[in-house]
């Protein structure tokens, strides 16, 4: 089998090493230039995750990933609901075996079924995963599979980790030495975003699901109400989307041309692979020429943006091309554009259910 390394352990030794950005421009560390990027990562598929853990983090907007056993799995339809709303199934292998008594053909068919298992029954892409007790399996064999996976080293993990294949995360719960109280969960968050770190929280059981080292539900709504009234230090990012993230922004490469008072950006990466298409939306600064204001429109559509310190912000999703807008008198017929655009679609909608 022809290797797909993807040369990811390479490409993020150091932040932004292939990325080639022009001058003028900054990329974001983390989406929406956020001081750090925090990841809920639940394992083993306890009977509370689905019904309790997934309405509290989508109470403040939020997406975890769900780590599964798939021969533990009895009934998938819960999860695929949950992913069909944005939530991130991942691999936890077929049983749960220690990968590293395992020889290499043994490792291969507990990464490549769990991973047939879990697209095929709910009909995502499943990119990432997590090693059963924390012991690592072979590089080589895991990103055939899989961009990245995660590991327990009780730290979080650098902007660009050395290997996408050992993602640091802490235990959480009463088995944890240092993460048992929604304090305990605020203050590692602090502490990764004053190292612009990655903070992965590691989760089983929720309340009394029987699941190993439970945390009460009520905390996890706690903590998460701090993440979120400290918008926009923290972005939560589900465990692919944080990684993708990270490859994209460590091979970027943005060029333009001047149109008149217009500018056409092109944003693409230089990472390839055959597991997955790198769509994740990537944090820009752009500076602006005298200070001058702008908008950004792609496909003739207006994105959302914001001007701040002289430079214009929003993000851009690889492959694509954006228009940036100076003149003021264009700009106006842009917003016109786009609110009579508006307008016709909510009269055809209004359309529409008059006739029925």
């Known amino acids: 089998m022809k290797r797909n390394i993807l040369l990811i352990t390479a490409m993020a030794i150091s932040n932004l090493i292939n990325a080639q950005i022009p001058e003028g421009y900054e990329v974001a560390q983390w989406r929406g230039f956020s001081q750090a990027a925090l990841t809920y990562s639940f394992d083993d ?40 709303n944005g939530h991130e199934i991942a691999s936890h292998t077929i049983s749960h075996p220690y990968l ?21 029954n709910v009909g995502k892409e499943c990119i990432t995963m997590v090693y059963p007790y924390c012991v690592r399996g072979i590089d080589s064999i895991v990103a055939d599979y899989y961009i990245s996976a995660r590991i327990c080293c009780e730290s979080f993990s650098t902007p660009s980790p050395q290997n996408m294949f050992a993602i640091a995360s802490r235990l959480v719960g009463t088995e944890s030495k240092y993460l048992r109280t929604p304090y305990d969960f605020n203050v590692w968050a602090e502490l990764a975003a004053k190292e612009n770190g990655w903070c992965v929280y590691l989760i089983h059981g929720i309340d009394d699901d029987g699941g190993y080292s439970p945390i009460k539900s009520v905390d996890l709504d706690t903590h998460l ?48 692979s055959k597991l997955t298409k790198f769509d994740c939306p990537i944090t820009i600064k752009r500076r602006l020429p005298n200070g001058k204001g702008a908008i950004v429109t792609h496909n003739g559509k207006v994105v959302d943006s914001k001007i701040d310190d002289g430079c214009i912000i929003f993000d851009v999703v690889p492959g694509n091309t954006y228009l940036l807008v100076y003149d003021e008198g264009r700009m106006l017929l842009w917003t016109i554009f786009v609110v009579v655009g508006a307008i016709l679609l909510i009269l055809s909608a209004m359309r529409k259910r008059v006739g029925a």
Do not use: C
């Open 45 to 84: 598929g306890t009977p509370n995750q689905v019904p309790i853990a997934v309405p509290t983090l989508e109470k403040y907007g939020y997406r975890g990933t769900f780590n599964l056993v798939t021969d533990w799995v009895k009934d998938w339809s819960g999860w695929k609901s949950i992913s069909d």
């Open 100 to 120: 590293d008594k395992m020889t290499a053909e043994q490792q291969t068919v507990e990464l490549a079924k769990s991973k047939e298992i879990i697209e095929r």
């Open 225 to 272: 109400k701090f993440v979120h009234d400290a918008e926009p230090i923290f972005w939560v990012g589900t465990f692919a989307e944080v990684s993708k993230y990270i490859i994209e922004r460590n091979s970027l490469k943005i060029s333009e041309k001047q149109q008149g008072e217009e500018t056409e950006i092109s944003v693409d990466v230089t990472a390839e």
